[in-house]
T-cell receptor
Framework: GAGVSQSPRYKVTKRGQDVALRCDPISGHVSLYWYRQALGQGPEFLTYFNYEAQQDKSGLPNDRFSAERPEGSISTLTIQRTEQRDSAMYRC?????????????FGPGTRLTVL | TQLLEQSPQFLSIQEGENLTVYCNSSSVFSSLQWYRQEPGEGPVLLVTVVTGGEVKKLKRLTFQFGDARKDSSLHITAAQPGDTGLYLCAGVRGTYKYIFGTGTRLKVLA
């Protein structure tokens, strides 16, 4: 079956532009996570959705970052007025349950480069 | 903020050697997971441990959860080049929050 997909896979933008990163989770998965991952390090939690409800956004670095999942399926992470420090790999993951400790399935990520 | 420290950060060994990776925290977790990540791909779950002191084996990999549920170890016996990758531990806090470790990059030379 289809796994988690993300688009675009690569995004190069100029400082000050807005970007929207899309995540399409595995069908039927109720939990959706966004992470940011530096090379060679573990993913850093950004935000969590339980169906369409954003249950935790404590990891979003500042108010330029926002995320939504309006119909409980596809999610978009938006970064406004991008800065060079926003350059990173952004990954989403989904899980079929809302209980922790179950497997998260990760997408291939979007590599964002801000010039 | 990384709350889980992994050691070593890098490890390069010869095929057939044994190794242990450690994952340490001052926080208690409801469960702990280990993932392996290969270049260009997302992390893939290897195992979940739930009970303090629990030991799980997956072929040549042995995972242990500390008695106090604050730390964990991954032991690989007779490493093979196919074991090469980035190993990540992840502590589960509450019902949904995963805190990933700092990562251990393993290279097994043939």
């Amino acid at each position: 079956g289809a796994g988690v997909s993300q688009s675009p896979r690569y995004k190069v933008t100029k400082r000050g532009q807005d970007v929207a990163l899309r995540c399409d989770p595995i069908s039927g998965h109720v939990s959706l996570y966004w992470y940011r991952q530096a090379l060679g390090q573990g993913p850093e939690f950004l935000t969590y959705f339980n169906y369409e409800a954003q249950q935790d956004k404590s990891g979003l670095p500042n108010d330029r970052f926002s995320a939504e999942r309006p119909e409980g399926s596809i999610s978009t992470l938006t970064i406004q007025r991008t800065e060079q420090r926003d350059s990173a790999m952004y990954r989403c993951a989904s899980s079929y349950t809302t209980s922790g400790g179950y497997e998260q399935f990760f997408g291939p990520g979007t590599r964002l480069t801000v010039l | 903020t990384q709350l889980l420290e992994q050691s070593p950060q890098f490890l390069s060994i010869q095929e057939g050697e044994n190794l242990t990776v450690y994952c340490n925290s001052s926080s208690v977790f409801s469960s702990l997971q280990w993932y392996r990540q290969e270049p260009g791909e997302g992390p893939v779950l290897l195992v979940t441990v739930v009970t303090g002191g629990e030991v799980k084996k997956l072929k040549r990999l042995t995972f242990q959860f500390g008695d106090a549920r604050k730390d964990s170890s991954l032991h690989i016996t007779a490493a093979q080049p196919g074991d090469t990758g980035l190993y990540l531990c992840a502590g589960v806090r509450g019902t949904y929050k995963y805190i990933f470790g700092t990562g251990t990059r393993l290279k097994v030379l043939a």
